[in-house]
């Protein structure tokens, strides 16, 4: 559980570091919440395996929330649906980039798959742990979800 944990600090550390750059998309603080993730809503996954860890990172939330985060990361003044897929799943490949930057120590071998946006219900089977990070923002609140195997 302890890699949960430090990759979800990584999470935080990736979110924060979106806020210093050149855009802000994000207005809120995140925190880690002690829930399941809400896995019917739409959003961006990631997968990274490496030698020692394989987890699957989302950014999720209300389909208007992703669309109005679109609107902020992108700067139209309006978005379709290919605006949102495309943006929502270039910011959750920038804060995953940051976190895997971070884990690397962890494992050297991580790497990032290909991110893909999902509109359907997600099902997640009893042997995987989560973690859920919320950030609030004007928008709606935005969750990044991270699932990992359990340990055998």
């Known amino acids: 559980m302890s890699d949960l944990l430090d990759w979800s600090m990584s999470v935080v550390e ?3 570091a979106l806020e210093e750059g050149i855009f802000k998309v994000f207005d809120g603080v ?3 919440i002690d829930e399941k993730a809400p896995l019917n809503l739409p959003g961006a996954w990631v997968s990274l395996i490496g030698g020692r860890l394989a987890l699957q990172f989302g950014l999720i939330a209300e389909y208007a929330t ?3 985060l679109a609107l902020r990361f992108t700067g139209f003044d309006l978005v379709n649906e290919i605006d949102v ?6 910011v959750a490949n920038i804060v ?3 976190a895997k930057r971070s884990m690397i120590s962890h ?6 798959g ?5 509109f359907g219900r997600l099902v ?7 973690a859920l990070i919320e950030v609030p923002s004007s928008a709606g609140n935005v969750y990044f979800a991270t699932l990992v195997q359990k340990d055998a």
């Open 66 to 68: 992703l669309e109005q």
């Open 124 to 130: 997640v089977p009893s042997q995987v742990d989560q």
């Open 114 to 118: 290909l991110p893909i946006f999902l």
């Open 14 to 16: 990736g979110v924060q």
């Open 30 to 32: 995140p925190r880690m």
């Open 96 to 98: 995953g980039g940051v």
């Open 107 to 112: 494992d050297p071998l991580l790497t990032s």
């Open 85 to 90: 897929t495309d943006a929502i799943t270039e």
